[in-house]
């Protein structure tokens, strides 16, 4: 396993375009995490998936923000109708979350990062 | 909703000299993480601290958390170019890690 794997690693959108990331997490990880970076700031919570269940989404996440993961497998991030303030690095991660043990810290991968001109 | 301070945001420090940034929530942790932002890269997981009062070592790196569950440190001794980077706590409340603001290090060589 090469860890977690995010495409395309670089995206320039014109504002109101419509744009979709992927994200492949460890196949043994059965939490998948989006979050979004903005530069000098922490990572910001965006939603995340437990298998195939979308279990939150950050109250931030307007309804241009939609996410999926089909078969709890890759999970894919779109935003609709991009606006110059969605211009961010949007990371995914992933962590194993068993009923008896829930500390294991997130892998994450290398980042979309979306500039919108 | 959950907020997670750290200061210093800035850290720059003579190679050899010691670096310790802070980490405070806004509420009660289950646990708190830390990770590493090397410049261009992506956080990567250093540690992650459950009890109250635990201190955990890591070679030249030494992690607190504090007694209430509240609070967290990271402590540099004897830095070295290596460490440079941005510092970052995440705590976790229910499901989900809230992370810090950072602690962006620098060595002056």
């Known amino acids: 396993d090469t860890g977690v794997s995010q495409d395309p690693r670089h995206k320039i959108t014109k504002r109101g375009q419509n744009v979709t990331f992927r994200c492949d997490p460890i196949s043994e990880h059965n939490r998948l995490y989006w979050y979004r970076q903005t530069l000098g700031q922490g990572p910001e919570f965006l939603t995340y998936?437990?298998?195939?269940?979308?279990?939150?989404k950050s109250r931030l996440l307007s309804d241009r923000f939609s996410a999926e993961r089909p078969k709890g497998s890759f999970s894919t991030l779109e935003i609709q109708r991009t606006e110059q303030g969605d211009s961010a690095m949007y990371l995914c991660a992933s962590s194993l979350s068993l009923r008896t043990l829930n500390n294991y810290g997130y892998t994450f991968g290398s980042g979309t990062r979306l500039t919108v001109v | 909703g959950q907020q997670v301070m750290q200061i210093p945001q800035y850290q720059h420090v003579q190679e050899g000299e010691d670096f310790t940034t802070y980490c405070n929530s806004s509420?009660?942790?289950?646990?708190i993480q830390w990770y590493k932002q090397r410049p261009g890269g992506h956080p990567v997981f250093l540690i992650q601290l459950v009890k109250s009062g635990e201190v955990k070592k890591q070679k030249r790196l030494t992690f607190q958390f504090g007694e209430a569950k509240k609070n967290s440190s990271l402590h540099i001794t004897a830095t070295q170019t290596t460490d440079v980077g941005t510092y970052f706590c995440?705590?976790?409340?229910?499901?989900?890690?809230?992370f810090g603001t950072g602690t962006r290090l620098t060595i002056i060589p």
């Open positions: 995440a705590g976790r409340g229910n499901e989900k890690l809230t």
């Open positions: 998936f437990q298998n195939e269940a979308q279990l939150e």
């Open positions: 509420t009660t942790l289950s646990n």
